[in-house]
């Protein structure tokens, strides 16, 4: 289109009815945040914090004792039931089981939390009740990458304490190392998992059976940080134990890692086949999947001192600091094509971030992503497991992570800005009112209701508690001297030390690797950066003033978000107004090449509202039924597709009668309906288990297709973002799976009830759906014609 002979004006005004809709649209999807935003600058005095600093120590010591006292030597405790969590004996909730080893896992992750809070005596007690009770010869699958965070770990930090208290507290003189040798058995059990031909980690392994368990003939996907989280706890066993083994594997499946990198993005995948290195997800960001990988890749540098790992770490930062970081949020994109978002979702670990950022002397956008993750949870009460990009709940549980406060901790650390201290006292605040119950501290099952979950993992105690009462606490306050320690991603405690230990490592640096650019970064100094005036511009960032336009840069229609005021500003400056419905001012461009980019700008929105539309429409599930007996009429309801069941692809659907599993969640070994569910469409609400899990048991049991229906009442796919069911990277699952929200589902109950017969329903592609309707439509109309044509004749 030729637009030399138009003026600015006109063109502006040629597109304003377009405009108009195209806006109406945008508000109408824009998010009306509370505006009620509290930012504490006042500093806290040295009683108010000490009265916090013991508030988290009752708080450890009242989780503490009803896991002792009620769930000890299980994992973990149930708070709700007020009993323990045992692998095999407690209900299965499927792979998120896989943490469990019936190796009182939750004492172990916090023996190094009670020489923190001083607590030598209890301390003592524990380290001897782990060292008569505690074993692993058991023929149970658990995940290399938990045992190895919370258990090598857990045991690696306790058995350092316990050396320093009989150095430094003359106690313990009985203790010889148990603990060291325990971890070293431990580490020897979790070995058979590095056989594979890239020497990266399987996922799971048998703690008896290594991998010749039956269970584990098929495995070969594991997630980037299940494999590079390793490192720290396996070099520490080795130069304590003097066994090289643990050290070398771990180093080679770092190493095996990098290689996989994608050379052109320097970003990583999330889920990878062990056996051929190929990206099974390519989805890269800096939460689930992929989080402490980053970590591990600077601490390795800190603790070890090898600085190749310190190069590596820098190539991924600035990677992720171009490609995935959108101001102070952090948004996943493609490694492969990094400028293509993949999700418009965040998840919570992502809350890590910030803390890393500090440790490498990144402070600025450490404090922006904290203060945007603080308003996340002044808007939801916690953070919820993962929200939007508007900041609406995508999945709304809060087992109570650590992230947010480990960040909190680290800010304040490296600032003194006491901002950060009335944040932790917040969070404080926030656990003790909504998740304390009488048997410890519950998991929030959905942060929209403050429903509890009968869950409390044992990161509570080792990270979450931990944290809060460091952040509290000054450090002649605390026994030992923290900066000495580097903290796992766990929190455990290794010694800087262990860098003098017998190095067992080599040099891996190679000259065409890396360069030295890899090696500088320029981090802004603390002591000039006053965090109150980054802070500043976020204020209100969630209700829609944070600015993200570069000077100079065209504004693209793919970018905009009608809640950025500069963003505004720029579609102003082109000649466009942005409007309500009914709104009849306009807008004129400054200039003749401003009304250019004002139309090209209006050219891609249309473009883009059209893909968006169609591509919204193509993942779109949908559940039909016929509303007469005849089944000349449908109904079809919108449901969301799942990442791990097969795609019903054109004109597939699979068509059976429903029926409600029993029990309704579908997290047991057998349904008690099995021989009902046989080619039918099951039914299961969401909860108790993955979703992965439920599919399974469907599948065993010989259902056809398999409807999770959504466990919070009021949700709808016309209010919520639909989204697509993750699994865990195996691809078992062999029956179509869609989501429902409650409304949604609720309709389609509201019809089974109504009916005498079972209801039957087809699943299917919603376009497809629409297709088929149409070309019956169709149809009926060329018969209408062919009977009305004799009428006309005569």
Known sequence: MSTASASPASLASGHRQILSILVALVILVACVLSTETTMPTQNMSHKERAELREEARDMFYHAYHAYMENAYPADELMPLSCKGRYRGVTPSRGDMDDILGNFSMTLVDTLDTLVLLGDFTEFEHAVKLVIRDVQFDSDIIVSVFETNIRMVGGLLSAHILAEYLQKHADTMHWYKGELLEMSRELGYRLLPAFNTSTGIPHARVNLRLGMKDPQLKKSRETCTACAGTILLEFAALSRLTGDPIFEVRAHAAMDALWKLRHRGSDLMGTVLNVHSGDWVRRDSGVGAGIDSYYEYLFKSYVLLGDDKYLARFNRHYNAVMKYVSEGPMLLDVLMHRPHAKSKNFMDSLLAFWPGLQVLSGDLKPAVQTHEMLYQVMQMHTFIPEAFTVDFQIHWGQHPLRPEFIESTYFLYRATGDHHYLQVGKRALKTLQQYAKVSCGYAAVNDVRTGKHEDRMDSFVLSETIKYLFLLFSDPQDLIINVDEFVFTTEAHLLPLSIAQLGNSTFSFRQSDEHNVLD??????????????????????????????????????????????????????????????????????????????????????????????????????????????????????????????????????FVQGDLVLAKPRRACEELLENAEEAKGKVLVAERGDCTFVNKARLAQKVGAAALIVCDNVPGSSGETQPMFAMSGDGKDDVLIPVVFMYSVEFGKLSAVMQRRKQPLRVRVMQMVEFKRWQLAKAQRQNQTATVTQKPEKEL
């Open 519 to 652: 090696f500088m970064r320029t981090c802004p100094s603390s002591n000039k950066l006053f965090p109150e005036k980054v802070r500043k511009p976020l204020r209100n960032f969630i209700t829609g003033s944070c600015p993200r336009t570069t000077a100079g840069k065209r504004l693209s229609a793919l970018d905009f978000q009608a809640s950025n005021a500069d963003h505004l500003r720029a579609v102003y400056d082109m000649g466009i107004t942005m409007v309500s419905v009914g709104d009849r001012s306009q807008g004129k461009a400054k200039s003749h090449e401003e009304g250019e980019m004002g139309l090209q700008f209006m050219q891609e929105m249309l473009e883009l509202t059209k893909m968006q539309s169609i591509n919204q429409l193509a993942q779109l599930q949908a559940v039909a039924y016929a509303t007469d007996e005849k089944a000349q009429d449908w109904i079809a309801l919108m449901a969301g597709p799942s990442h791990f069941s097969p795609e019903l692809i054109g004109d597939q």
